[in-house]
């Protein structure tokens, strides 16, 4: 895929109202949606790997089969449901793609808002490699997260606070070139004294995606089982495959939100939009 952006910065340099960002979010979206759509399709790949290998397309064959069988007596005979039995070395082997693939889907979509918003090219290859390149600073990241949020699993109210304290941590590690630690402490920095305004614009975004994500996916089934003449399994991943191609399309909005936020939230504490018209005038290099 062709590079895209290059020349003009996509980010509004001001701060930004709640409309605004919505308005920021989806005119960037539309604008590079082959980009972002083909990015986050290529990060969905491990999951559905993972479900083929676990047998969920036989789960999924096995409900769209039945649907097909209560919908009328033109069913074929004998197209009886079947679940895969998951194949254990198999799933071990996916459980491992995924796990090494989460730095990417941590931060490639990011990579992207990243470059977009300060107008460097960028096409699927470049945000890879841009996101290799923080490899390890995102799994670290990752890990770190991680570690935390077990012990707060039955503490749900201090897991959400702590997670929009934490929210532009991604996109301050990828942008400002900082390991995982200095990522969480810029963005408990940034997010100081915003946390109501980050979360409601974090929880808005999240509801609009799932809204979008919900009726995208509600055509699904029925293609699935308006299909005749196939096993559970093969249905079932026909079903996944097209869930996974949805979730592609929507995926990107809640990480052009946070990348948005990020450089929002640096505009109104740290004059960020000040730099950069000074970079622009001048001639230098965006900072990485």
Do not use: K
Not at 203 to 220: D, E, K, N, P, Y
Request: charged share 10%.
């Amino acid at each position: 895929m062709s590079a895209a952006g290059g020349t003009e910065p996509l980010l509004r340099l001001r701060p930004l109202g709640l409309g605004e960002i919505l308005d920021e979010i989806f005119r960037v979206y539309r604008r590079h949606f082959g980009l972002l759509w083909a990015v986050a399709l290529v990060l969905s790949v491990p999951g559905f790997l993972l479900q083929v290998a676990s047998g969920s397309t036989g789960a999924f064959g096995s409900l769209s089969a039945a649907a097909r069988i209560m919908a009328g007596p033109a069913a074929p005979a004998g197209q009886a449901p079947l679940v895969a039995t998951p194949n254990l070395g198999l799933l071990a082997l996916a459980y491992l793609v995924v796990l090494a693939a989460l730095p990417f889907t941590t931060g490639a979509i990011c990579r992207v808002g990243i470059d977009l918003a300060l107008g460097r090219p960028v096409s699927v290859g470049s945000a890879l490699a841009g996101t290799a390149q923080r490899y390890w600073a995102l799994l670290g990241l990752v890990l770190l997260l991680g570690v935390v949020a077990v012990p707060l699993v039955f503490c749900f109210p201090v897991a959400i606070w702590l997670f929009v304290r934490w929210a532009v941590a991604v996109p301050a590690l990828l942008a400002e070139g900082v390991g995982p630690l200095r990522a969480l402490g810029r963005s408990w920095t940034l997010t100081s004294g915003s946390w109501w305004r980050a979360f409601g614009i974090l929880l808005l975004v999240s509801l609009l995606q799932f809204a979008i994500s919900l009726a995208l996916s509600l055509f699904t089934l029925p293609i699935g089982v308006a299909i005749p003449f196939l096993s559970s399994v093969l249905r079932g991943a026909i079903l996944v495959g097209l869930s996974t191609a949805v979730s592609a399309v929507v995926a990107p909005v809640v990480y052009l939100c946070v990348v948005l936020l990020y450089f929002d939230l640096r505009i109104r504490r740290e004059s960020f939009d000040l730099d950069q018209m000074a970079r622009q005038t001048t001639g230098w290099p965006p900072p990485t």
